[in-house]
């Protein structure tokens, strides 16, 4: 079973940055549709997706909103997906949390069968 924990969740002022990081309790995928991804939910809000990408694949899905500030890699060997938060703003204070699953749409929820307890991000003026 398959375990996911963030961490690098904190706050900033406006136009600061955090890195977070997620562990997966896995180190081998099971097919070429499993994929991680971050989503985020603000408050009164719905969850929303952030980036995200297929493990055994290369392209990186962005939201459009986060799309060149935001940065996703991997560590493959080590299971672990990062998202560089940079020129944050107060739009982004959520709670930011992985995902991970056997997927048809990187973007879509559905799918997504691990997600970890999330991390708190909160941007200040």
């Known amino acids: 079973q398959v375990e996911l924990v963030e961490s690098g969740g904190g706050l900033v002022q406006a136009g600061g940055s955090l890195r977070l990081s997620c562990t997966s309790s896995?180190?081998?995928?099971?097919?070429?549709?499993?994929?991680m991804a971050w989503f985020r939910q603000a408050p009164g809000k719905e969850r929303e997706f952030v980036a995200g990408v297929r493990w055994s694949g290369g392209y990186i899905y962005y939201a459009d909103s986060v799309e060149g500030r935001f940065t996703l890699s991997r560590d493959v060997v080590n299971a672990v997906m990062f998202l560089q938060m940079d020129r944050l703003k107060p739009e982004d204070t959520a709670v930011y949390y992985c995902?991970?699953?056997?997927?048809?749409?990187?973007?879509?929820?559905?799918?997504?069968?691990?997600w970890g307890q999330g991390t708190q991000v909160t941007v200040a003026s």
């Open positions: 896995v180190r081998t995928i099971p097919n070429q549709s499993w994929a």
């Open positions: 995902a991970a699953g056997t997927v048809v749409g990187v973007s879509r929820e559905y799918g997504y069968s691990t």
